[in-house]
């Protein structure tokens, strides 16, 4: 008989944990954070995202990167952002009134059905979304078939196989870590394997950006990551309370000495729909 116990990664369905604010919030806080706003606006100016561009953004949250689009297409363009979370979608509304650039529409549906006919917009983007949802080739090929011909497909996500954390205990950085992300995610290198998914769905001149979030200062972001690692890694039994308690305090030891780094790897993708559609 299948398991009706809900999936590890809440993303999958944020309306259902009874943390959907807190997990706002928390989009909002990386999304101001300085390192996440450099490498998530290089991103979209290699992809490149252009003034009078319609975009189309499958899995927008609380509309940090849709607010972005938005400045990046100007008033001749058009954003379009979708999400399956009706709580995110409401606080993303809230958040682009009064936003500058173009216009801003915001719609609930599911990347692996997107509710739009053939070669509507001339980007489409997802951004830290691939790793979470159910079928990744099924979303990237929709993405494809919203996109015109010759139009941008574009994907970024981590890579939880390239963490970079500095700690007195490597060998239980390592367990809780690669530990909690081989539970939560199908593929916790999602990252690197972009431009392959791109290339599947048919998608030609796929290109891939490599970029770093670092933080040094242990920021809310980083604070935020590593203590959920820690309450996932007690949930599945990785490791004990204790002892996720310690692994904390040795992050906090670090940065009081001034001595704290994190790095995570972001992988981006970007490729063209082709004029005749291949498949
Ligand atoms: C980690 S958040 C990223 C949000 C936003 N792209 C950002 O970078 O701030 C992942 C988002 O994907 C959404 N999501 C998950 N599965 C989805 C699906 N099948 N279709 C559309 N959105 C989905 C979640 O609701 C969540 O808003």
């Not at 001749?76 to 801003?104: F, Q």
């Amino acid at each position: 008989m299948a398991s009706s116990a809900p999936h590890p990664d809440p993303w999958r369905a944020v309306d259902a944990q009874p943390t959907a604010a807190t997990m706002a919030a928390a989009l909002e806080v990386r999304g101001r954070t300085p390192s996440q706003i450099r490498l998530r606006r290089r991103f979209l100016r290699w992809v490149p995202v252009r003034a009078g561009d319609r975009v189309l953004e499958v899995g927008c949250g609380t509309g940090v990167v849709a607010r972005d689009l938005a400045a990046l297409v100007g008033r001749r363009g058009v954003v379009t952002a979708v999400d399956t979370s009706a709580t995110l979608l409401e606080r993303a509304r809230a958040l682009s009134r009064g936003a500058p650039g173009g216009r801003l529409v915001f719609r609930r549906a599911d990347g692996h059905r997107l509710p739009f006919a053939d070669r509507r917009f001339d980007a489409v983007l997802a951004i830290t979304v691939i790793l979470h949802v159910e079928e990744p080739l099924r979303v990237v090929n929709e993405m494809a078939r919203v996109s015109r011909p010759g139009g941008r497909v574009a994907v970024q996500d981590q890579d939880f196989g390239l963490i970079g954390a500095a700690h007195p205990d490597r060998e239980l950085t390592a367990r809780i870590l690669d530990g909690v992300a081989a539970r939560i995610y199908p593929e916790p290198h999602s990252g690197r394997r972009l431009g392959a998914l791109l290339r599947a769905a048919g998608l030609v001149d796929v290109k891939m950006l490599a970029d770093v979030y670092q933080d040094t200062t242990l920021t809310r972001f980083s604070r935020n990551f590593l203590e959920r690692r820690a309450e996932n890694a007690v949930r599945f039994g990785i490791v004990d309370a204790p002892t996720a308690e310690r692994w904390l305090d040795g992050f906090n030891a670090l940065h009081a000495e001034g001595n704290f780094v994190l790095t995570m790897q972001y992988f981006g993708a970007a490729g063209v729909k082709p004029d005749r559609a291949r498949r």
